[in-house]
């Protein structure tokens, strides 16, 4: 009886009634099973247009998962409605606890969508005596509801950028939106083909992405590609952090192989425990770190030639000008082609391959110029949040679309909850 009345507060349903409570023992858990009945006067709802029509039968009881009182597993049971509807045919009433053919009401797979926000799906399958298939169900439902609800007026900056998500070379396409005061996830995507990029302006559509005014990406061809022919009015941004980590690569290539070479001559092992010295900027080096780095700078080595051209391309950054931004990098280019270091050659090309569609007009130093480092901030955030895909357990992979394939639920989930749950209206 309290049930009810409690059930009653919480949860009311026009045209329905909540009818017996029973507590059983089921699989050796307690289960409390409450009857929903129609009221007699009420008309079932089609599912197909909405209106209400005639009966036509009615189908076995169904279960459907309650939010759980007391750790005390609950379940609506209903015998479902078929109506006889002149424009659907016969078809499964409508209910307003839950939508669909899924066997969770609506509050329930909200709850469960909420705590799904704190702890990892497993672990609130366990603490609410539930299955992690309805856990996920429940995700799918809210990141559903905030995709169909997502506002996409006024965005005029994106960002793009692959991000890897399981072992081996597994990627995901992912755009931001970096407007300054308003920074989120816009869209995923299952690969990181120009495919996949092609698919994003899709659903972005023409208008709003003429309405761009500033893209920035790294230098993964495929996306210069697309997005020269889709957004070509937009100013394309080079990602900052892309482009200093593909330095610090090579700067690694060119030392490892210096450091093989230095050892097979007999030479000292001059290059020993330089890595971090070589990568870092020199403002961040301890006092300890600089004194090596100057001693080791004294060297004419391939390595110190190629520290010395890294760090000479931090100044392209300093410039207020495209023009001039342009001459520097053209500049620049060149004496790494002459470097003789093939992995700094490769970096060069890969800047001149973007140059003419990318940086010619990339180095503002109004909001543009601030969106490079707003990717690399975001970088970090996602970091401090435990999305890095590699630290989240494997083989929870699950076929979800939101345009992904098989992507990994804990990545999946940080970063479409974080655009689209906030504000749902039932989730407070
Ligand atoms: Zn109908």
Same mark, same amino acid.
């Given at each position: 009886m309290l049930v009810k009345t409690i059930l009653n507060r919480v949860q009311k349903h026009?045209?329905? =009634?909540?009818?017996?409570?029973?507590?059983? &023992? &089921?699989n050796g858990r307690l289960v409390l099973e409450v009857d929903i009945l129609?009221?007699?006067? *009420?008309?079932? =709802?089609?599912? *197909?247009?909405?209106?209400?029509?005639?009966? #036509?039968?009615r189908l076995p009881p169904r279960r459907f998962e309650f939010v759980p009182l007391w750790g005390i597993v609950v379940f609506f049971v209903y015998m479902m409605r078929r109506v006889d509807c002149p424009t659907c045919g016969v078809v499964v009433e409508a209910v307003p606890w839950a939508s669909g053919k899924s066997s969770l009401t609506n509050t329930y797979a909200w709850f469960l969508a909420r705590w799904a926000k704190r702890l990892s799906w497993i672990d609130v399958a366990r603490a609410f005596n539930t299955s992690w298939d309805s856990v996920f169900r429940a995700v799918k439902? @809210?990141?559903?509801?905030?995709?169909?609800?997502?506002?996409?007026?006024?965005?005029?900056?994106?960002?793009?950028?692959?991000? @890897?998500?399981?072992?081996?070379? !597994?990627?995901?396409t992912v755009v931001y939106q970096i407007d300054p005061g308003r920074r989120r996830l816009l869209w995923i995507g299952g690969s990181r083909k120009a495919k996949t990029l092609l698919k994003f302006f899709r659903w972005f559509g023409k208008e709003r992405t003429a309405a761009l005014r500033f893209i920035c990406s790294d230098m993964w061809r495929a996306y210069l590609k697309v997005i020269a022919k889709k957004a070509g009015a937009a100013v394309h941004v080079l990602d900052r952090f892309h482009i200093a980590m593909h330095l610090s690569k090579a700067i690694d290539n060119v030392r490892a192989d210096e450091a093989r070479a230095l050892v097979a001559r007999g030479y000292e092992p001059i290059l020993k425990r330089t890595r971090w010295l070589l990568l870092k900027r020199p403002a961040n080096l301890t006092a300890k !770190?600089?004194?090596?780095? @100057? &001693?080791?700078?004294? #060297?004419?080595?391939?390595?110190?030639?190629?520290?010395l051209l890294k760090e000479d391309l931090q100044a392209l950054w300093s410039y207020v000008s495209p023009h001039w931004a342009g001459r520097f990098m053209?500049?620049?280019?060149?004496r790494a082609m002459r470097s003789?270091?093939?992995?700094?050659? +490769?970096?060069? +090309?890969?800047?001149?391959? @973007?140059?003419?569609?990318?940086?010619?007009?990339?180095?503002?130093?109004?909001?543009? *110029?601030?969106?490079? !480092?707003i990717l690399l901030r975001r970088h970090k955030m996602m970091k401090t949040d435990g999305a890095s895909p590699r630290s989240l357990?494997?083989?929870?992979?699950?076929? #979800?679309?939101?345009?992904?394939?098989?992507?990994? &639920? *804990?990545?999946?989930?940080?970063?479409?909850? +974080?655009?689209?749950?906030?504000?749902?209206?039932?989730a407070t």
């Amino acid at each position: 009886m309290l049930v009810k009345t409690i059930l009653n507060r919480v949860q009311k349903h026009r045209s329905f =009634v909540y009818g017996d409570a029973r507590l059983i &023992e &089921e699989n050796g858990r307690l289960v409390l099973e409450v009857d929903i009945l129609a009221r007699a006067n *009420g008309k079932a =709802v089609c599912s *197909g247009c909405g209106r209400r029509r005639p009966g #036509y039968d009615r189908l076995p009881p169904r279960r459907f998962e309650f939010v759980p009182l007391w750790g005390i597993v609950v379940f609506f049971v209903y015998m479902m409605r078929r109506v006889d509807c002149p424009t659907c045919g016969v078809v499964v009433e409508a209910v307003p606890w839950a939508s669909g053919k899924s066997s969770l009401t609506n509050t329930y797979a909200w709850f469960l969508a909420r705590w799904a926000k704190r702890l990892s799906w497993i672990d609130v399958a366990r603490a609410f005596n539930t299955s992690w298939d309805s856990v996920f169900r429940a995700v799918k439902m @809210a990141v559903d509801w905030g995709r169909t609800h997502v506002d996409l007026s006024g965005i005029t900056a994106i960002g793009i950028d692959e991000m @890897a998500w399981s072992k081996g070379h !597994q990627y995901v396409t992912v755009v931001y939106q970096i407007d300054p005061g308003r920074r989120r996830l816009l869209w995923i995507g299952g690969s990181r083909k120009a495919k996949t990029l092609l698919k994003f302006f899709r659903w972005f559509g023409k208008e709003r992405t003429a309405a761009l005014r500033f893209i920035c990406s790294d230098m993964w061809r495929a996306y210069l590609k697309v997005i020269a022919k889709k957004a070509g009015a937009a100013v394309h941004v080079l990602d900052r952090f892309h482009i200093a980590m593909h330095l610090s690569k090579a700067i690694d290539n060119v030392r490892a192989d210096e450091a093989r070479a230095l050892v097979a001559r007999g030479y000292e092992p001059i290059l020993k425990r330089t890595r971090w010295l070589l990568l870092k900027r020199p403002a961040n080096l301890t006092a300890k !770190q600089d004194i090596k780095l @100057a &001693e080791l700078l004294r #060297y004419n080595l391939r390595t110190v030639r190629a520290y010395l051209l890294k760090e000479d391309l931090q100044a392209l950054w300093s410039y207020v000008s495209p023009h001039w931004a342009g001459r520097f990098m053209d500049n620049w280019c060149t004496r790494a082609m002459r470097s003789k270091l093939e992995p700094m050659k +490769r970096v060069a +090309r890969m800047l001149r391959n @973007a140059r003419d569609r990318a940086v010619s007009s990339a180095w503002r130093p109004t909001r543009a *110029g601030t969106a490079p !480092q707003i990717l690399l901030r975001r970088h970090k955030m996602m970091k401090t949040d435990g999305a890095s895909p590699r630290s989240l357990s494997s083989g929870v992979g699950l076929t #979800y679309s939101v345009g992904v394939k098989k992507t990994h &639920e *804990g990545v999946l989930w940080r970063l479409l909850s +974080r655009c689209t749950f906030a504000r749902c209206p039932w989730a407070t």
